[in-house]
């Protein structure tokens, strides 16, 4: 079995601020962790994902992520936030089986609030 | 455009009708996903498809829900006997297990929001 848990419904930061928006997973296998973003009226566009290569990944937009395996985490940062950053941010775990698909378990989802 | 297009965006319907959605993957990709996704929730998985096989539905998917993708390229997804509690953001994914670097990425659509009234 696998879950997502985004520890932070909303999150609220100043223009040129740091973003930090948190992730905890739980899987039985060596998961692939991404992050999405989703726009008003938008599809699900990939930021990031982690397919266990490098702990430290880039994406897109500025956008950085850390797996870190003992702590189970895989939060998601970035330097200086953007009005455009604003937007849901959802944190996604995929765990092959073997046996099924690599269908997607989403979490939640934060809301990334920009203030001017 | 080479995304994942849905078809219709918003559909409004009347509890008890049925309705169908339309999804055309990337092309070439093999899988072809569909997910639903309530308000304030992230999506939820519900049955995918290689190929033509559907090869896996999630117990979220009703007997009123059916699949097809018939030539192994676009999808359709019908609800019949709809119910308020149908109303839902309904997404698709496409992705192709054999590329190199994507091979666990799902690409998305923008998805077909039903109301049902």
């Known amino acids: 079995a696998q879950s997502v848990t985004q520890l932070d419904s909303h999150v609220s930061v100043s223009e040129g601020t740091p973003v930090l928006l948190r992730c905890n997973y739980s899987s039985s296998y060596s998961p692939s962790l991404f992050w999405y973003v989703q726009h008003p009226n938008k599809g699900l566009q990939l930021l990031l994902k982690?397919?266990?290569?490098?702990?430290l990944v880039k994406g897109i937009n500025g956008f950085e992520a850390e797996f870190k395996k003992s702590e189970t985490s895989f939060h998601l940062t970035k330097p200086s936030a953007h009005m455009s950053d604003a937007a849901e941010y959802f944190c996604v775990v995929s765990t092959y089986s073997g046996g099924g698909a690599d269908g997607l378990t989403f979490g939640k989802g934060t809301h990334l609030i920009i203030q001017p | 455009d080479t995304g994942v297009s849905q078809d219709p965006r918003h559909k409004i319907t009347k509890r008890g009708q049925n309705v169908t959605f339309r999804c055309d993957p990337i092309s070439e990709h093999n899988r072809l996903y569909w997910y639903r996704q309530t308000l304030g929730q992230g999506p939820e998985f519900l049955t995918y498809?290689?190929?033509?096989?559907?090869?896996?539905k999630s117990r979220l998917l009703s007997d009123r829900f059916s699949a097809e993708r018939p030539k192994g390229s676009f999808s359709t997804l019908e609800i019949q006997r709809t119910e308020q509690g149908d109303s839902a953001m309904y997404l698709c994914?496409?992705?192709?297990?054999?590329?190199?670097?994507?091979?666990?990425?799902?690409?998305f659509g923008a998805g077909t929001r039903l109301s049902v009234l």
């Open positions: 994914a496409s992705s192709d297990p054999r590329a190199r670097e994507a091979k666990n990425i799902q690409y």
């Open positions: 498809f290689q190929n033509e096989a559907q090869l896996e």
């Open positions: 982690y397919t266990s290569a490098a702990t």
